[in-house]
């Protein structure tokens, strides 16, 4: 079926990727450490595709550190955003440091902790969206997003992680993804539905909505990244795909460079 694909030659934003170095500090989440996966470890996983960029994303191992963050932007350029989580008592004058950096979005992460609660998720996105112009980005199964969607389609600007985890609960996605609410269009492994179904849906919904990533180094997935993911999201969408592999996140994150 992809013998005709060369995938060296199809244009990555991996807007879900995780960097790990064990030089900086990290937080057991239920007795879980990630193994170490640094700048140069990605980097040469990304060589089977054309990398134009991509969004360093925080885990709950990481928590409130910063500068495990600020050093992979460094090292990876500015062709990368990144993804944090931060305190309710965050200052004005770190927020505008991080965004400087290139760091574009805050994170809540309900399903795994190691951020802020989501009884400050109003609070947080209006004030990082007026003072830097950022979004907020959720690991959150579809399960719970019922509950939620009047409190998050009136927020300024929201991501869902890792299409939403679950079957149950996906009508609920779909509606906030008709509101504007985009997807992260990653973690294939984790989720126990057809992603090729749930890809055509809700590009159908939103075409702008859908966001491709690795998922890389796929932390506690049942299964981990492979390149096939990148083939089953041009599987499913055909001529449509370049814009969820790589247009979508650029004018979302805006990078520096791309």
């Not at 950022?134 to 299409?163: K, M, T």
């Not at 090729?196 to 859908?210: E, G, R």
Request: charged share 25%.
């Amino acid at each position: 079926m992809f013998a005709d694909i060369d995938l060296s030659t199809v244009k990555i934003f991996d807007g879900h990727m995780h960097i790990i170095d064990k030089r900086f500090p990290l937080v057991e989440n239920d007795g879980f450490l990630p193994d170490e996966f640094t700048t140069i470890d990605y980097l040469a996983r990304a060589k089977t595709f054309t990398l134009v960029g991509g969004a360093v994303v925080s885990g709950s191992f990481q928590c409130f550190d910063q500068t495990y963050l600020l050093d992979a932007l460094d090292k990876l350029g500015p062709s990368f955003v990144g993804v944090t989580q931060l305190p309710v008592t965050v200052t004005d004058q770190e927020l505008i440091r991080l965004a400087e950096a290139g760091v574009r979005a805050v994170r809540f992460n309900v399903k795994r902790g190691g951020s802020e609660e989501l009884a400050h998720l109003e609070e947080m996105a209006v004030r990082v969206h007026e003072l830097v112009n950022w979004h907020v980005e959720l690991y959150i199964d579809s399960s719970n997003l019922g509950q939620l969607e009047n409190r998050l389609i009136a927020l300024p600007a929201v991501c869902i992680d890792h299409l939403g985890l679950s079957k149950k609960g996906f009508s609920s996605l779909l509606r906030l993804v008709e509101k504007g609410v985009k997807v992260k269009c990653t973690g294939f492994g984790r989720v126990d539905f057809d992603v090729k179904q749930a890809l055509k849906d809700i590009y159908s919904a939103n075409p702008a909505a859908l966001i491709f990533g690795t998922d890389q180094p796929s932390t506690r997935a049942p299964r981990p990244y492979s390149d096939g993911d990148i083939l089953m999201v041009i599987d499913a969408l055909g001529d449509c795909a370049n814009q969820v592999l790589s247009e979508n996140a650029l004018q979302f994150y805006a990078p520096k460079k791309c």
